[in-house]
């Protein structure tokens, strides 16, 4: 967590609705760091997605939507998962 605030390159953070791991909250407290930070933050969520993103029945979505942005981290997502995060509220700016 006290990482986060020091990251200095474009981040791909990715989060399943579903997950019961990772609290969302926690998530949430690290995308805030990160955006003080000024870092280029790119954040995506998963409706039906769990823990282990890319292994679940949706990988193929998470696998196109990270090689997508390998590829150009300014571009939007291939799945859409950026453009909303009404299922993962605490990933939204505060």
Do not use: F
Not at 38 to 60: E, F, N, S
Request: charged content about 20%; hydrophobic content about 45%.
């Amino acid at each position: 967590y006290r990482a986060s605030a020091h990251v200095q390159v474009p981040t791909l953070l990715l989060y399943g609705a579903r997950d019961q791991v990772v609290p969302q909250d926690a998530v949430g407290d690290i995308a805030e760091v990160m955006r003080a930070s000024h870092v280029a933050l790119t954040i995506a969520c998963y409706p039906d997605g769990w823990h282990m993103l890319t292994q679940d029945l949706q990988r193929y979505t998470v696998w196109e939507d990270m090689a997508a942005w390998i590829l150009d981290s300014n571009a939007d997502l291939p799945s859409g998962a950026s453009k909303s995060l009404v299922m993962c509220p605490s990933l939204e700016s505060r």
